[in-house]
């Protein structure tokens, strides 16, 4: 039996991954063979019966689960940043997709970093109990090695998203509207959404109304708070707090996402896919997965405003999808 430990993810791109991830190994002829362990806050994807478990989302339980199965499985993959709280004697993959709890370490004095850094001490603490770690992208690779945790023998790229998932169902880009811009993302502080409205708002002091379609939630009263006072001012700002991507992405010509730091960049590859041509930061993780059409200074609301002035004053390319779906071999990976 081969264990996927996806305990402690249920919302954002890691939930989108594992439902995904979910769906290929049910897929596969080995598929009675696998066993989730899942969040309770997660929802359970259609296809899993009795093959699953759901406990507490609390390190105890976790330990609790392991101390009590740990003879029964072949194969344990974790999905969730932290190796097992206990030593196995079966081969054992950690994926790795939080940058920022790579970062903790040399970030440890910032108060900001400081939960980020006690999670990445249980990394630590138990990275004796993985064999290997798997990450997305050759910039996740560089961060990972940086932290010492294992070396690049013992250290796996393999990147996977939903290929085809926003492909072929969209307006055209000549049928939308000439001078909106849409970025999908809730108002983490990586997502730098300040630096984005001082862009437009920098735009609309220099005459320019273009549009803003944005996912901005009450987890960040500030940034809600602003939105109505640009409004008052007559700048285009929309907001959608939650929506399905697809009604941004298939309706917009243009993605801008100011994000200064990304795991793998999944909202840049399915913008991609819908059509949309993409103004993205002049960053590593960008690079990693595609070509943009556009690039700014994500910290210089100047060159934001800049970028999409060009954007609508002249033709720009379409961007490439630069990364592979490689989820085929990651599932080979777990099941042999």
Not at 17 to 23: N, S, T
Not at 201 to 229: K, M, N, Q, V, W
Request: hydrophobic share 40%; with cysteine; glycine share 4%.
């Amino acid at each position: 039996m081969i264990l996927i430990d996806a305990l402690f993810i249920n919302k954002g791109g890691g939930a989108v991954l594992l439902q995904y991830l979910i769906e290929k190994i049910l897929a596969h002829p080995r598929k009675d063979d696998f066993f989730f362990l899942l969040d309770p806050r997660f929802d359970k994807p259609k296809g899993l019966n009795s093959n699953f478990v759901v406990i507490p989302n609390k390190l105890k339980d976790r330990i609790e689960f392991y101390k009590k199965h740990k003879n029964n499985y072949t194969k344990v993959f974790c999905f969730a940043n932290t190796p097992p709280p206990v030593k196995l004697r079966v081969p054992v993959y950690t994926y790795s997709h939080n940058q920022k709890l790579l970062e903790a370490p040399k970030q440890k004095f910032k108060r900001s970093y400081w939960r980020l850094y006690l999670k990445y001490l249980f990394i630590k603490l138990y990275n004796r109990n993985t064999d290997y770690y798997i990450v997305q992208t050759p910039h996740m690779m560089h961060e990972l090695l940086a932290t010492g945790l294992k070396d690049a023998a013992h250290c796996l790229s393999i990147p996977f998203y939903d290929t085809g998932k926003y492909a072929g169902q969209h307006t055209p880009f000549d049928q939308r509207p000439t001078d909106d811009f849409a970025f999908v993302s809730t108002p983490s502080p990586q997502k730098n959404y300040p630096t984005l409205l001082d862009a437009w708002e920098h735009l609309h002091s220099l005459g320019h109304t273009p549009g803003l379609h944005i996912t901005i939630d009450e987890t960040a009263p500030g940034l809600l708070a602003r939105l109505e006072i640009m409004k008052s001012k007559g700048i285009k700002v929309y907001n959608y707090s939650y929506i399905d991507p697809r009604e941004l992405y298939f309706k917009y010509r243009y993605l801008v996402c100011p994000s200064v730091m990304e795991s793998f960049g999944l909202p840049l590859i399915e913008s991609v896919e819908s059509g949309m041509k993409v103004l993205a930061p002049d960053l590593p993780y960008v690079y990693d997965v595609i070509k943009p059409s556009l690039t700014f200074d994500p910290w210089n609301k100047a060159s934001i405003a800049d970028a999409v002035l060009t954007a609508l004053g002249k033709e720009i390319p379409f961007p490439e999808i630069v990364t592979r779906n490689e989820v085929d071999k990651l599932v080979e990976l777990l099941a042999h």
